[in-house]
């Protein structure tokens, strides 16, 4: 039992260590004064090192596998908590001791770096104000791959790291399973002749009464405001520093409504989430979702299944229309919907719909395989971008910044993250249909306004555990069967063939 | 040279740690919903550990000791900056190795709860709710005293901590040396007849118009807002993550225009201290003033001696009645100037006046030293408290929240922080009559509205040194004598006299 209370208080200081990194990241995004930008890198080097020596020193080694023969440890950690903290410990840990010290304070350096220059360039809408980090970044990652190891593709080691157990050949295979359908669902909708009204969103809508609207939908979906915040910023995130502080971020235009409004429940599905992991798993590594596409599915489900319903804006339209009376006072509830779920081609993956979201992601997974794979340069990305872009969704931007400048992840060097966010959707059109087989009466609970409902079963079938099971084991568990991308096509052609009359 | 750079490397991830825990102190007092503070005593505690090790162990000792002998570094750490240097790393090292990092761990933790139950107990003005953690924290303080080591009281070992080189017995004689003006002085102004209208300031003065306001003082005075921020927070308070990324609170009355007031151009005083430490002292232990005291003159020069002066307001004044225009149209800058430098008793020393203040410090003074020496427990802390209020100010608070509970400084654990201040008050007198002897026109250009050059005089003389010099030897640079409490005695007589005609 000794070696087990060592591997735990080693963990819980690795985890606070780890909060303490995410609070640097949430104040560099949220707050921070300009010039903070440059001490803050080395702060941000300086604490992953120090994570990254403790995940990789001989003392939670020797404790991890004294711990490994032992099997159980104090409770709560016996059986399926044991087995599940031993194997995200001995993961990470392996993870961890293949990248040395110096190689993870300069990639952290190097992000921080690329962050503010992407920013910059963002601004300027400027690919070249970028291009150098970038391509120093994608460098560092290659290296990364090389460090870790990987079998087929380098992009296999990097996907990994946020999708445990996917490949990149399965992924292209999903890909593929859901490409045609998609366009052929949106020619049929393009030639549907319904043509939804979006003036309707673009226009003025008081700052103060948007953010005051969501967090009024915040409230309902069971946020806990003790225990969170929402603050704004230029890409909305959600950042945890344990269950009872859950920060969420948006940004809200005053000519786009639908930015705030699905940024703060897509951003809500994931912090309710966090809030709902069991107490007893804080400060260790159970205290996650088991991959990011798992972590994504309750932000897609909130967000699109409940967030861009019927029955939703049959409770919250009134609602609406009372906080914007000259904007949508002489606007039906039907149009506003259409308007809402208005699926075509367009530039901004994040404003993207349901539809053709999908084709974002292709492209960006398209792109950063190349780029790893060494196929593509960094200075011939915008090229590769806005070709990719007339390829899958027949049009080109004429500004990097709503092109190849409009994400954030690359900037912090996230490459094999983007397919999670198509993962994430499969898997939440999946779980939506267990919720709706084990509530019936769902969409008239939902058009009540009753949505705490859903927090507490997913809270039940889904957050508590944390990383507890892996993510295809948890999906078994909560719908029954392994991954099966025929939910989310039933789900959008019935949603799409209804709202278009197709 | 290498000894120079392994000490440089550790000192300066040393002061990303310590800058990532001055972060988590902000959030914890301006951003962090209520239910956060548990995780955040942990991950305080373990960054603190980890802070604490470091300044600790062979690695350090080893590089300082081996650079004491080498003397010169690498540029610029050559000459005074090398003595300063070596120095203030010899003494951080010499108070940290005496105490255990389990000590430290401890102490962090109970420093946070205190911090939680102080601001509860404040809420409810029920001393009760925060007499446990406060006697724990007493006792550790005991602890650590004993750890560190002391001759006369352990109260030197803990005063000597915030200014170094003070003893116990020597700020003693300090208080006493302005103990009777100060009261002589309060009793010739209630005899004066004379008596403000402090109506005029407790109006309602909307807190928008009031933080704005702010602003535009903070940016006369100099404040970089690309270099740094302003929230609110209980208790108003200066951080710092580097020169780049200094930050400030407030607190903001709707009733009360003095508070957030002078409490910004007092916060203003400590940032600018901190934005003008040159640039390569940052991430050593040179980035820092010498002693609170020092830091503390900074404040008190610009709220009280430039702030609060009649030249200032012939600036300001037709700025303050342009944006409450209904609330001081009709007042004259004269009985303004009155009302914000009304003498008289009060129950706040935050709120207090320049003659009543350090009456405020002396009762500070005697109880902690009290407490300390173990004359005193902390449950008989507010009926202490009460009585030296009757025996100094001749008042007793209803609420201990207007009493014992007022401060947050020793729910955190700061005991010997408070005659800080008053040193502060005496020092920033006599840098002010320098001032005054180099900028003869001083008074006439405040009152056209300059103030940079007060901030560029500072900033040469005192601010970009940091701490290469100690407090002593940079008031005689500065002044061109050694601390001198008569110039503090010169300056409120004189100010008072014509104020109050007497």
Known sequence: MTAWNDLLQLLQELADIQAAISLLDWDQQTKMPPKGAGARAYQLATLQGIAHERLTNSALRTALETAEREGNGPLPFTGGLATGLLRETRRAVERAVKLPTVFVKELAGASSRAFESWHRARAASQFSLFQGDLARLVDLKRREAAYIGYVATPYDALLDEYEPGQT????????????????????????????????????????DQQWKFGLDVLQAMGFDFESGRQDTSPHPFTTSFSPADVRITTR?????????????????????????????LTRTPLASSPSLGMHESQSRLWENVVGRSAPFWHHWYPRLTAAFPAQLGNVSEEDFLLAINHVRPSFIRVEADEVTYNLHIILRFELEVALIEGALEANDLPDAWNQKMAELLGIVPERDADGVLQDVHWSYGSFGYFPTYTLGTLYSAQIAAALRRIFPDCEERIARGDLLFIREWLRERIHRHGATYQAEELLRRVTGEPLNPQYFLDYVQQKYALLYGL
Chains 1, 2 share one sequence.
């Not at 359908?181 to 049929?188: E, G, M, Y």
């Open 252 to 280: 809200v235009y005053e000519n786009e409504l639908p930015v705030a409004l699905f940024g703060t429940i897509h951003e809500g599905g994931h912090a309710l989430y966090e809030q709902g992991l069991a107490p007893e």
């Open 168 to 207: 990149t050949a399965a992924t292209a295979a999903v890909l593929v399973r859901i490409r045609q359908p998609a366009v052929d669902l949106l020619t049929a909708i393009r030639q549907s002749g319904r043509e939804p009204n979006r003036g309707i969103l673009t226009q003025h809508f008081p700052t």
